[in-house]
């Protein structure tokens, strides 16, 4: 299904993703900040409280800054450019909140492995059950908003970088 939006050129396009990641950043970095103890999560809520800053992004916005870069590069998504990307940020920066899996998945990437070896095998080729493609996937949607069947198409290209 395409929308029947007016022609939209790729630099409004790339404005658009930069205005979803600037959203997801911050939603990102405040929904973080409520990884405390409930009682503590509960209050704060409860006070309608703002968490102490800083207010640090983590792995999920690293990995939508990919994304928007891969947009910019080539104006859609090139699996093994995303791949080398999402490892390079992970290189310059492996505290972003990772899990387990994905530092795993980046250094063994960034010793040389291929990625698409090491994503079929790792959970079984199953995912690993988390959000992290869902959770870096606005831009896309914000970029491609003209076109569902792209938003589609580029989302699951995105995703099956990673297995999560």
């Known amino acids: 299904m395409t929308n029947s939006f007016p022609h939209v050129d790729s630099q409004q396009r790339l404005e658009?993703?930069?205005?979803?990641?600037?959203?997801?950043?911050?939603?990102?970095a405040?929904?973080?900040?409520?990884?405390?103890?409930?009682?503590?999560?509960?209050?704060?809520?409860?006070?309608r409280a703002l968490p102490a800053p800083p207010w640090p992004y983590t792995d999920d916005t690293a990995m939508a800054i990919s994304i928007v870069e891969a947009l910019q590069?080539?104006?859609a998504i090139d699996q093994d450019w995303l791949a080398t990307a999402f490892t390079e940020?992970?290189?310059r920066d492996p505290s972003r909140g990772y899990g387990p899996a994905m530092h795993s998945l980046?250094?063994?990437?960034?010793?040389?492995?291929?990625?698409?070896?090491l994503t079929h095998r790792l959970?079984?080729?199953?995912?690993?059950?988390?959000?992290?493609?869902?959770?870096?996937?606005?831009p896309l949607g914000a970029y491609f908003a003209n076109d569902l069947d792209m938003v589609v198409k580029q989302a699951e290209l995105s995703a099956s970088v990673t297995p999560a």
């Open 30 to 47: 405040f929904g973080e900040r409520f990884f405390v103890s409930p009682s503590i999560a509960e209050d704060l809520i409860e006070q």
């Open 89 to 91: 940020a992970y290189v």
């Open 123 to 138: 959970f079984s080729v199953q995912g690993s059950f988390g959000s992290g493609a869902a959770m870096r996937v606005a």
């Open 106 to 117: 980046f250094r063994r990437i960034h010793a040389g492995e291929s990625w698409r070896e």
């Open 73 to 75: 590069h080539s104006g």
């Open 16 to 28: 658009r993703a930069r205005a979803s990641l600037e959203g997801l950043s911050v939603g990102d």
